[in-house]
């Protein structure tokens, strides 16, 4: 299996985004909304916006008046959310395994499992350091990742997607620690078709529960979808763990 950092190419790429992202605009803007209502943030919060890609979410959290920093390891996609910059909404490169902003935030988001990337527990372990040392000691981090056992019993194993000209062929699979995927993208500017495969940690409840707490951050809450209803283990299509700062 694939041991390189493969999300250094693939986030940079235009295919991801168009993949991924170039749609379900609502879809977003409807979470935030979730969130802000359930949260109900102080007018002067700062947030941190941690992988934060283009930046979809960041600039729906600074239409509501919130100072708001998104980072990200992929310079393509800061270069481009940089142009929406004002003095409320900032963006930088960055590596979220080492440190950022020290006892800055009052919440830190991490949508659409932008985690369990990398090798080593370790790495993730880092992670989550970085971003519990960016919180305020109230603050609050907002994990919005798979449901494991819910995608291992509804994987769909192959399938083929057109959006405008371009193809994307995509075939997953998955052991007993982590989720794959490899994804063949067809397009008539390029020469040749390109080839990238994702890996995704398998992390259970009890895996954050473990790394937030090493963190002294304690899980208070844990939703199942993006409407915030409550989490079950084998039906609800996200898991999404916020914990607080002990």
């Known amino acids: 299996m694939p041991t390189n950092e493969w999300y250094k190419n693939w986030f940079n790429s235009p295919y991801y985004h168009k993949l991924y992202f170039d749609r379900d605009e609502a879809e977003a803007r409807k979470f935030i909304e979730n969130l802000l209502n359930h949260f109900k943030p102080e007018g002067d919060s700062r947030i941190l916006d941690v992988a934060c890609g283009k930046g979809r979410h960041s600039k729906l959290l ?11 390891i992929a310079s393509d996609s800061i270069q481009y959310a940089k142009q929406f910059e004002n003095g409320k909404l900032h ?46 000691p109230t603050g609050t981090i907002l994990f919005d990742y798979l449901n494991v056992h819910y995608v ?27 989720f794959f995927k490899r994804i063949i993208v067809t397009d008539p500017n390029l020469k040749e078709p390109l080839e990238y495969t994702e890996k995704v940690a398998k992390f259970s409840l009890g895996d954050f529960t473990d790394m937030l707490s090493f963190q002294k951050m304690q899980v208070t809450e844990v939703f199942g979808d993006h409407d915030l209803n409550s989490y079950d283990v084998r039906k609800t299509p996200r898991m999404i763990v916020v914990a607080k700062k002990i």
């Open 91 to 136: 963006f930088y490169v960055h590596d979220m395994r080492l440190p950022f902003w020290v006892n800055y935030f009052d919440y830190a988001f991490n949508f659409f499992t932008s985690f369990g990337y990398f090798n080593t527990r370790r790495e993730h372990d880092d992670a989550i350091r970085t971003i519990a040392g960016c919180l305020k």
């Open 152 to 178: 291992e019993d509804r994987l769909l194993h192959n399938e083929v997607k057109t959006i405008d000209e371009t193809q994307y062929e995509i075939h997953r699979w998955h052991d007993d620690s982590h």
């Open 62 to 72: 600074a239409t509501n008046a919130y100072d708001v920093t998104g980072i990200d």
